[in-house]
């Protein structure tokens, strides 16, 4: 899940703005816990995208 779009129970405001301590304690932990948590859903697909392209075009080079 991306912090992008979490909302903290605290302050009311977007986690990823990080106004309050709640919301930077919770950014700074779901940052540490996975290297693609800040990649937006977007970013994802177009990655996914990009891998399938190249597995494409490794398969008509091999073949």
Same mark, same amino acid.
């Given at each position: 899940?991306?912090?992008d779009r979490l909302v903290c129970a605290?302050? #009311? #405001?977007p986690?990823?703005?990080? !106004?309050?301590?709640?919301?930077r304690a919770n950014r700074e932990r779901l940052q540490q816990q996975?290297?693609?948590?800040? /990649?937006t859903p977007a970013a994802l697909a177009g990655l996914l995208v /990009? /891998?399938?392209a190249a597995v494409a075009l490794l398969a008509t !080079?091999? #073949?």
């Open positions: 899940m991306t912090y605290n302050c #009311a #405001a986690v990823s703005e990080g !106004r309050c301590p709640v919301c996975s290297p693609f948590s800040a /990649l /990009l /891998l399938i !080079r091999t #073949a």
